[in-house]
Structure formats: C-alpha cells, structure tokens
C-alpha cells in the first residue's frame, strides 16, 4: 500500500491556505516518516517552490500535467485574474490530473483534499497512519462529506441530465451506483494502481464529452454529476467513512465578485414598501414580509440568487452582518459561527437551490442563529422528503407552499423554557459561540452546596423524554449551574460516550476549570436514598454531609454513584476509596485527572471506556471515591443508546453490588470509628 495525499491548490489565497493548512498538517505530524507522500498541483508553482526541501512533497505545474489535453486547455480555463472565478467558474474536474500523477507514479490510496483541510484535534501521527490502513477497501472511492443519492426524478443539477446519459450509455446502473460525493474530501483506493489510473481516464471522457455536447446535452464542470457515472463504470464503489481530517473553508479565499450593488446600509421596512416576486413564489411569503411591523428587521440570506438580492433592494439593505454579503459556505460550522458570531436573525432566508441533503445540513448548522419568534425560509424546494421526515421527527412547526418551505421557529422540547439550562450545540467545533455561554453560567450547586466550577450533563437530542427528566430534577433538587452538552456520536457506537465526557474535559481545559460536575442523561435523584437495613436517608441531609466530607478529605474524582466491582475501603461515613467499578452517570472531576484522561484515555486502542477508567485512576496515582450510600442512581425505564435492547433496570443490580463489597462487612452502617 502506498499512501498519497493530493490537492490542486491553483492562485495565491490558495497556496497561501495550503500552508497553514493542510500542508501544515502533513508536515506537524511528520506523515512522511509513514512512507506518505504529497503530491500538489498549481498554476504558480514559483510560490511552494520553498517545498522542495523535502523528498516526500512533489509540486507540479497544472498546465505540464494536462499538456496535450486539449479540451482541458480550451474549456478548464485558469484566467490570470482569478475574481469571479468562484465558485460556478472554476473548473472543479482539473484536480484529476494531479490524481493521475499520483497514480501514474504508483500510489494506490489516493486522500485528496482541499487546501484548506484541518486535522481533527488530539490526535497523533501513528493514529492516521493506522486510521487510513484500516479503512482501504479494494477499488473504492471514500468521502467523509456529503453523499448525494441518486433519484431518476431528481431536478437536482447534477442528476438532471442523467436519463440522457444512460440512455447514451446504454448500459443499466442500479440506483444507489449513482450516488455521487460533495468536493472537499475524495479517497481512492485499489490493489493496483492501474485501476485508478483507469478511473481517471473514464473522468477524462466524461468531462471532455460533457464539455463538448456534441450530443446536444453534457455536465462539463458539473464534477458531481461527472463522478456519479466515473465511478461505477470504472468499476469502484462510492462509500462514506470517517477520516481524521475535515475542510475548514474560508470565505475570504476565494475569488468571489463583491460588487458594489450587494451592499447596502440598512432601512426601516414597513407596510408601505412595495415588494416583486418572481411567479414561482408563494403569497405566504408576500403576505408575512408585507406585515412586518420592525424597524431594521435582521435577515440573513444564504446564498445570492436573482430572485431577491438583485431583483429586491429591500433584501439587499437587510443584510445584518456589517453590510456584507453572506457568502461563506453555510456548512462549514465553525466558519460560519466565526463568521455570524452571535448575530440573530428574525428571518432566514435559504436561496441556495442546493440539493436537499446540503439543505438539511445548512438548516441545521443555521436554525439556532434565529430569533425565537422568527421565521426560516426554504425556497425553490422540489424536493423536500428528507428535509420533511426531520422537521416532523424534532416537532418543527412548517407549512409547505408550492415550492416554498416556511418553517417557524418553535422549541423542540416542551421544558426548554426552563431558564436555568444553557444548552451548548455542536461540542467541540464552535468554542468560541458557547464559551461565553459557560462562563456566565454560575457555579455548579445541589441546593446551595457548591460541588464544582460548572456543570454538564450528555443529551441527544433526539432523547427528549431523558432531557425533561432532567430538567424536572432540576428544579425538584435546585440544582444550579448545569448545562446542557449536545451528545456525540462516533462511527464505533461504544466509543461515542466515552467521546462526549472527553470533549467536556477538553472544553474544561480550555476555559481552566478547576472542578466539573459530569452526568449522563439518565441519572436518577431520589428524595430517600437506599440502604441495607432499609432506614430512610434524606438526600438533602446527606448531601450537606458529603459536600463536608469533600472539603476536608483528598480526592480527585468524586462518583455520587457506582455499580461497585469490588470492595469500596471507607474514608469517612460518607465516602469510600472504589478502585473498581462501572457507570459514569453523575461524578466530579478535578483539573488534574481529567488533564491526564485526555493524554491517556484512547478507546480505541485498549478498549476501556470512561466508566471503566474513573476508579482505574487510583492506580495511576489519584485518588477516586464514590459517596456512602448512592446519592445519585440510575434512572429506570429508558432504552439504552449504545446497546439498545429494551428499557433498563439496574437498580437491583446496584444494590446488590453495594450490598457485596460494602454493607455485608458493615452490618450497622458504622464506617469510621
């Protein structure tokens, strides 16, 4: 196997971003000492010539590699001045030729990625290595992006022309073989290098043949479309799979036309503003624009098309972010939130005419920058099934008008009003869109006793009944200072919790928190609290005493709850050493330990999960107790996430554990002398 990554990275914002980027990456992890090679084309080669210091990074010039291409030179035009050329101008198919080199040259695992692409956090050298050698499949193409699927019906631009391609083909394709895949990150991979050397003469003729219509129809630069058929005829398949590294667009890159008549200062709108539409737009969008009743009402269009910004001065003077164009791409997460900031619109308007897949992505990433009483617009929707399957699935209120989408902005979940709850979205790429959320959330408290800095609890949102279960015990135990954390998911299902709480630590670290309070979604407080001779403790009462305990005893984790493995050692009646154990379902957690949880906790590698590694820390030289007796449990009823087999009840399970390695050597509940 014979690993090479590969961009065309073409004018000087470009190579620039390569730079700090994507070459930044592949040099800071020294991926060449894994026998990695870099492979870049460009039309200023005299701007990375200070690359040809190193044997593994090869810098080739975009106009020698396609010599002889003729179609390629007439149609896939690089113009000395670039303005304009992004995104519809430039010619997307050329990074084939950089691909072919690789290939011609022997590679047989391919990454190309855009210059712009970003590693993942925390994460090391042998790990990518060994990420990419466990993810080669035989003649496959791989992408960590969006996957298109194909649909014979589909008005999507690159699906549109399919039927005369088949028909010119003449060949049968199953449905999902014309599935095709987003831009930023393409993978291909084979046994033999041939075989991608023959895919990327296939793309040759399908581009050239799209270019030339010498059949009255053809894609040309439509790489999306040109990929849907290179792949299957080559004898690949398409697959999505994740891979440590994700792009990170710039809007300022590229070379985009901000002409004069797109900015504006704002106005007040009011009912006497006399509004055009195009004839394809519904009256509810006439009708609610016509009663606004605000001044300088914020709205944000995604996308510039001719049917408002251009055609309708008002939408080009009710641009709120600092009377510049939205022109970054929306799907880009933390790019956009760099970009809106904390910005809120009372109308977002969605003009893109992408497909519905980018769509849902765009709502999703955009949705939580509108104010609670606005409105978010879809048009031009001609295909909306997808995006109408998740708006019923969350509750969203919507009405679909023609081929207009009008979504309003109401809460998913019922509790959510509850003004003590903060909820952080999308963890580990938008620190700078929540961190002043953390910061002025105050100190983490069970009816005035302060246990930690902050407070985070792990909910999917989807898990709605586990959210009000939540929020009800915070009001029910006044609890203050916990927020809610948006759960992650990984492709290994058991690893995602795990991946939750240490993203919490990462964020921990870099607010520099001292103490955090951690829960699962799940967790259960009781008013009385069980034990082995079935007298009644108050949780409150015992909560006062072990925050005592805890302010005169050393610990560096706290469990205010086990499934205890082995015999608990008493500190005080409150607390007892576990050095064994599972369940990580509400706990505390000192800067110290979990600092070392982030440099040593690797799942993936030795299996042991977050639950597991909490008691394991007394044997790395910190110290973990669990209180005496369980003061938080775990909640009856719900249906697992990771193993999803039935509502779960371990509570007997629990005490039975507790009566195991505890109450048996302690008949009278006297701990400490």
């Known amino acids: 196997m014979k690993i090479c990554f590969a961009t065309d990275v073409n004018y000087k914002n470009y190579t620039d971003r390569i730079k700090n980027s994507s070459l930044k990456f592949f040099l800071d992890k020294r991926l060449y000492d894994y026998e990695i090679s870099y492979y870049i084309s460009t039309n200023i080669i005299e701007e990375l010539i200070d690359l040809d210091g190193n044997n593994n990074i090869k810098v080739f010039d975009i106009n020698s590699l396609r010599e002889g291409k003729d179609v390629s030179l007439q149609f896939e035009i690089l113009p000395d001045d670039p303005n304009g050329i992004y995104p519809s101008k430039y010619p997307w198919n050329i990074r084939r030729f950089i691909i072919e080199k690789a290939a011609i040259d022997g590679f047989d695992y391919i990454v190309y990625i855009d210059a712009d692409t970003i590693l993942k956090e925390n994460i090391e050298s042998y790990e990518i290595y060994n990420q990419l050698v466990s993810k080669f499949e035989n003649n496959c193409v791989k992408t960590n992006c969006s996957i298109f699927e194909y649909d014979e019906n589909s008005n999507a631009e690159h699906f549109q022309q399919h039927g005369q391609y088949i028909e010119h083909l003449n060949k049968k394709f199953d449905k999902e073989e014309l599935n095709t895949l987003d831009k930023p990150c393409m993978i291909f991979m084979s046994d033999e290098h041939k075989n991608i050397i023959e895919l990327v003469n296939n793309w040759h003729k399908f581009t050239e043949f799209g270019y030339e219509k010498n059949n009255g129809f053809g894609y040309g630069n439509n790489i999306h479309a040109n990929l849907s058929f290179v792949i299957p005829t080559s004898n690949f398949k398409l697959k999505f799979d994740n891979f440590p590294f994700f792009a990170n667009h710039n809007s300022e890159d590229r070379y985009t036309y901000k002409s004069d008549n797109l900015v504006h200062n704002e106005i007040n709108i009011n009912s006497s503003v006399n509004y055009s539409f195009n004839s394809d737009y519904s009256e509810i969008y006439e009708c609610y624009l016509k009663n606004i009743k605000h001044d300088n009402i914020n709205l944000l269009e995604i996308g510039i098309s001719n049917s408002f910004s251009i055609c309708n001065d008002f939408f080009k003077s009710l641009n709120s972010l600092n009377n510049n164009s939205f022109l970054c791409d929306p799907r880009d997460f ?70 207009l989408l009008l979504i309003k ?134 909560i006062e005493k072990v925050k005592k305990d805890l302010d005169i005893v050393k610990w560096d984790v706290f469990l205010f709850g086990c499934n205890p493995k082995d015999y608990l050692t008493p500190v005080t009646n409150n607390l007892a050493i576990v050095k064994n154990s599972t369940g990580a379902w509400a706990y505390i957690i000192k800067k110290r330990a979990y600092e070392y949880l982030l440099e040593n906790l690797h799942y993936k590698k030795d299996y042991i999960a977050i639950d597991d590694y909490l008691p394991l820390l007394n044997s790395k030289g910190f110290v973990t107790v669990t209180s005496i007796p369980l003061t938080i449990g775990h909640a009856v009823g719900y249906v697992s996430t990771l193993q999803p087999n039935g509502p779960v009840n371990y509570t007997e399970w629990i005490r039975g554990s507790y009566q195991k390695f505890l109450y048996d050597d302690y008949p009278y509940n006297t701990f400490i002398d």
């Open 334 to 403: 933390s790019r956009t939130n760099e970009l809106l900031n904390e910005n809120n619109f009372k109308v977002i308007v969605d003009s893109s005419n992408k497909d519905e897949n980018e769509r849902l992505l765009i709502f999703q990433n955009l949705h939580r920058f509108l104010d609670d009483d606005g409105f978010y617009f879809i048009e031009g929707v001609k295909e909306h099934d997808i995006i109408i399957k998740y708006l019923n699935y969350q509750g969203y209120n919507y009405r679909l008008d023609d081929n």
């Open 409 to 542: 902005n109401t809460d998913s979940f019922e509790c959510q009003k509850n003004n003590k709850v903060k909820y952080i979205e999308d963890a580990p790429l938008t620190f700078e869109h929540y961190k002043s959320e953390v910061e002025s959330t105050e100190n983490f408290s069970i009816n005035n006793n302060k246990f930690a800095d902050k407070g985070f609890f792990i909910n999917l949102e989807k898990s709605k009944e586990r959210l009000n279960n939540v929020l009800k015990q915070i009001d029910d135990y006044k609890i203050d200072g916990l927020l809610r954390f948006k759960a992650l998911t990984d492709e290994m299902i058991q690893f995602s919790c795990t991946k939750s709480h240490l993203s919490i630590f990462d964020l921990s670290k870099k607010l520099n928190l001292s103490s955090i309070f951690v829960a699962e979604d799940d967790f259960q407080i009781s008013e009385k609290l069980y034990t082995s001779d079935n007298i009644e403790i108050d949780f409150f009462k015992k």
